[in-house]
């Protein structure tokens, strides 16, 4: 017996989920016992479908019919943006199936709610892609570090801004032409305001919050700054004071219970792990009251390293 699963979109992230799960099925197999089945990929787009990535057969523009398939256990919702998104995952959970996704827009927005939901019907939602890509930020904090108080969370956590930060720096270039580059080697969108004004960013301090501390806070109500405005002369000065400017996404719990959170440009010491972390890397770094400090560090984003986190998750549920 095989646990069935639906992929909602087959865009770059469906595509590299699709990969995990079936190139590295016999290493799946090998690990765990159990044996992970794509079943159905709901898709509009006819280019998509035949393009010959994965069998025909395996399309459906029905969601109704996977909701109604009592053999589908896992829905993965990879088609992004923010309402239909959030329609399909409570529909989901709703019909008793596990969901996973990586849309942190969504997790964030509507972290209580999505619980809720999964809590009522007797299934889990897992998130692991949402924040970090590959890096298995959320499997620690869960399992690797449940005997630890997390006191303070913090990292960088958006590949884009990294990358025209590292760029700025490293090149002597404008912010301007780092984005430019940015954009070319498709790690910006046409439109990157969520990247360089560090709504990506909260979103995922919001998660990393919830997880580490057991407090929700909405991504909008973080102290939030972005890189736009920013200028050589800052990343100079930076320098100059023995520090790299990095947008830093932060959380400290303090002694009365307190969050201290922001998301900002920020000077990171030489001697910080974090000011070594370049071009499109993220890092997320944990600081704990009996392992004391974990760094965790990789690709933030993409197509095999997003997939490989919602594979993960995905036969975790399995």
Known sequence: MSTKVALLGFGTVGKGTYNALTTNAAEIERKTGKKVEVKKILEINPKVIESGYAPKELFTQDFDAILADPEIKIVAEI?????????????????????????????????????KAAAE????????????????????????????????????????????????????????????QAQAKGFAEADPT????????????????????????????????????????????????GC?????????????GTINAFVKPTQVPMESPLSTVRNEFNAIYLHCNMADKILLTGRGAGKDPTG???????????
Request: net charge negative.
């Open 79 to 115: 088609i992004g943006g923010m309402d239909l998104a959030k329609e399909f995952i409570l529909r989901a959970l709703r019909a008793g199936k596990h969901v996973v996704t990586p849309n942190k827009a969504v997790v964030a927005a509507n972290f209580d709610l999505l619980h």
């Open 121 to 180: 019907n007797g299934v889990q939602i897992r998130y692991e892609a949402s924040v970090g890509g590959a890096i298995p930020v959320i499997e620690t904090i869960r399992k690797s570090l449940v005997a630890n108080r997390i006191t303070k969370v913090e990292g960088i956590v958006n590949g884009t801004t990294n990358y025209i930060l590292t760029k700025m720096e490293e090149d002597n270039i404008s912010y301007a032409d780092a984005l430019k």
């Open 194 to 241: 969520a990247d360089v004004e560090g709504i990506d960013s909260a979103n995922k301090l919001s998660i990393l919050i919830a997880e580490c501390f057991g407090v929700y806070i909405k991504p909008t109500d973080l102290d939030r700054t972005g890189i736009s405005k920013l200028t050589r002369d800052d990343l100079r000065l930076a320098v100059q004071n």
């Open 244 to 256: 790299k400017l990095k947008l830093l996404a932060s959380a400290e719990r303090l002694e009365d």
């Open 308 to 318: 490989s986190a919602m594979a993960a998750d995905i036969v975790d549920l399995a």
